[in-house]
């Protein structure tokens, strides 16, 4: 890459994302931003050994399977020094559903809580338990295939049973209501922005009944509305508050640390007449460009990679350096 030979002084990040993601976040205003600030783009041929391609000071990447993270490792081997955002083994935690939320209850932060679910491993199992409508029924494996986002709200018993068009594993989720507000909180490094966006309509008793009846018991997220849920009950999420900067601060930073990710975005949503908030879902590596000013955003997280890189380069030489002394 004759390119990149003349300019040495460029820190040069390598990414390997699906065609999607690469239209929507390796935008031409990103880049050229990012170059002005010394951070180069270097697409990643995935056909290809890492270690034939680059050179990369760093990698970020959104690709799964044996194949891409044995690339990675064979990478990491051969360039100790270059930073890999993130590590397969972190990231795999965050497609199932429950054991991404796994690190919740220890970190130990009052007003904090996880919602009620149940893991099915067999149809017998939706028929034995005794269960609280209505219910959020969600595949086990959040891995971003289309099924991962099969999900539907079950109103009923029958429902549960005969009508859901989804087989196990899967995750049963205790509704609640929340103001049809879910507080979205991403975190790119150290930085941290919480933004308000419409979620599932609350559902009154009444409303539940009537949509028992209409729609056989359960109805797909896809199809579900704030007109058919609340009707002339539904209310505006005006009303609904932010949540405290320096909480939403404390639980990322806690999330960061637990999970061992740089990128990734949390959900959660402050459940109808109750204190606290709940985390319903983790996501890794969403979409910043839908934040705004992305770019400087995103630019700002590449340069403390940089610098953290150096510092630990500087680090490892002054113990070098300390050991030819003693």
Known sequence: ????????????????????????????????????????FIPIDISKPLNDQGPFDCIIHKLYGQE????????????????????PSSIQRLHDRVSMLDPIPSLNIPQLKIPTQIVIQDVESLKSNDFRFPLMVKPLLADGSANAHNMSLVFNQEGLTNKLELDPPMVLQQFVN?????????VAGEYVKCVKRSSLPDVSKESMEK????????????KISSAVISGDEGGSNESVEMPDPVFIDEVARGLRLALGLHLFNFDMIKADKEDGYLVVDINYFPGYEKLPSYESVMTEFFLNVKKSQELKMVTMELVKDDGLHD
């Open 178 to 186: 929340h103001g049809g507000v879910v507080f979205k909180v991403y």
């Open 68 to 87: 891409w993270d044995l690339n990675l490792q064979n990478f990491s081997i051969n360039h100790p020094n270059a930073t890999i955002i993130d590590p």
């Open 211 to 222: 949509l028992a009846v209409e729609s056989g018991g359960v109805m797909s997220f896809s």
């Open 1 to 40: 890459m004759p390119e990149l030979e003349e300019k040495t002084n460029l820190f040069l990040v390598g990414y390997a994302l699906p065609s999607r993601k690469i239209e929507a976040f390796m935008v031409e205003s990103f880049i050229t931003y990012a170059k002005q600030q010394g951070i180069q």
